[in-house]
């Protein structure tokens, strides 16, 4: 099940090149450190990992007793996402194609095992693809993604924020019986 378009990809590989693009995961490892603490976590599941920054960020929180498992189509050397205890998805959603946000959803909730942690910008990236259009491809209000994450997931917390502009958190468990 593809979750991103071929010309998307490239698009991808080119933003990924820059090495501003894909630091958000930083400033939510200790959010995600004590998710792994309150919930014995031993797999996480980093879903759009980029150049796996959560995973050195949760290093240096002290969290590393778990496997960890990245995933982004733009290294396919991570190989296919797996199941995890802990799915993080952290501001990759806005950057889904709309026509591939319900699969990329269902995708998540059927490899989050436990909990999900997921955050999604709201507002426009300052980043730019090549044909002019922002990297947040889309950009749509807290109460237009509900609905969707509510589709697939149990909301157990959300929490607004503006680590890098206009956004929201959620703690997740998957609808899908396991």
């Excluded at 010309?7 to 590989?13: F, G, N, R, S, W």
């Excluded at 200790?30 to 150049?51: F, L, M, R, S």
Aim: glycine letters at 6%; aromatic letters at 12%.
């Amino acid at each position: 099940m593809s979750v991103i378009s071929k010309e998307y990809l490239i698009e991808q590989k080119k933003l990924h090149k820059n090495p501003e693009y894909g630091v958000a995961s930083l400033s939510f490892a200790p959010i995600v450190a004590k998710i792994c603490k309150d919930n014995n976590i031993e797999t996480i599941c980093d879903y759009g990992a980029g150049k796996k920054r959560l995973l050195e960020a949760l290093k240096k929180e002290n969290v590393n007793q778990f496997e960890y498992y990245p995933y982004d189509p733009v290294f396919p050397e991570y190989g296919e996402a797996k199941s995890a205890d802990l799915v993080c998805c952290i501001d990759v959603l806005e950057h889904i194609e709309y026509e591939y946000l319900d699969k990329t959803l269902i995708k998540l909730s059927e490899i989050t095992k436990k909990v999900g942690f997921y955050s999604i910008h709201l507002g426009p990236a300052n980043k730019i693809l090549s044909n002019g259009k922002n990297a947040h491809i889309i950009q749509q209000p807290t109460s237009w993604w509900l609905p969707k994450l509510c589709k697939f997931f149990n909301i157990m917390h959300l929490q607004t924020h503006n680590t890098h502009g206009i956004g929201f958190w959620v703690i997740v468990t998957p609808k899908i019986n396991k």
